[in-house]
T-cell receptor, first 115, second 112 residues
């Protein structure tokens, strides 16, 4: 058990809908990262938060947004969903503001299916 | 951006065999980590190893940063070793707080 908790485990929704994925980092970790894993694109970095502030941004679509709350849990919001958004969404956490000198620990992921 | 190439893409082993997985990267790195994604999709951090050698049970890893590659050794493989092994790096030129870039992985199948 990595200590990173993601909910829900599975999500099935229709095109055009909006969903929220939730992540609780390991105790003591200040950084939260979101990654998307699809069959054709592999593991793609979306966004990182450190202690409530956005720290780095990757290939995140404008339809997607995220935030980290004062208790350090994070939410990833996906809106106007398309079939191509179907993927496994991972949250990871680390102690420091970047992965440098700080191993990354992943949650079990949320499998999103858009029909 | 930095490129990460892993080889081989697929590997099938008989239980008990040894294997070596390779990760090549295109730039100097500050950070290199190896992960195992098991058949249930869980991603497990195996090693944080920007340079040098580390061992953890039947697994060991070596990173030669000056030559831009890392190797993951699996000895006496077991069926539970099956899954995808990812190498992920952070480029040295980055000012910090940038994400790990993942390779496409090596898919390992260990047969009893």
């Amino acid at each position: 058990d990595s200590g990173v908790t993601q909910t829900p485990k599975h999500l099935i929704t229709a095109t055009g809908q909006r969903v929220t994925l939730r992540c609780s980092p390991r105790s003591g970790d200040l950084s939260v990262y979101w990654y998307q894993q699809s069959l054709d694109q592999g593991l793609q970095f979306l966004i990182q938060y450190y202690n409530g502030e956005e720290r780095a941004k990757g290939n995140i679509l404008e339809r997607f947004s995220a935030q980290q709350f004062p208790d350090l849990h994070s939410e990833l919001n996906l809106s106007s969903l398309e079939l191509g958004d179907s993927a496994l969404y991972f949250c990871a956490s680390s102690v420091l503001g970047g992965p440098r000198n700080s191993p990354l620990h992943f949650g079990n992921g949320t499998r999103l299916t858009v029909t | 951006g930095i490129q990460v190439e892993q080889s081989p893409p697929d590997l099938i082993l008989q239980e008990g065999a040894n294997s070596t997985l390779r990760c090549n990267f295109s730039d100097s790195v500050n950070n290199l980590q190896w992960f195992h994604q098991n058949p249930w999709g869980q991603l497990i951090n195996l090693f944080y190893i920007p340079s040098g050698t580390k061992q953890n049970g039947r697994l060991s890893a070596t990173t030669v940063a000056t030559e831009r590659y890392s190797l993951l050794y699996i000895s006496s493989s077991q069926t539970t070793d099956s899954g995808v092994y990812f190498c992920a790096v952070e480029a040295h030129w980055n000012s910090g707080n940038t994400p790990l870039v993942f390779g496409k992985g090596t898919r390992l199948s260990v047969i009893a």
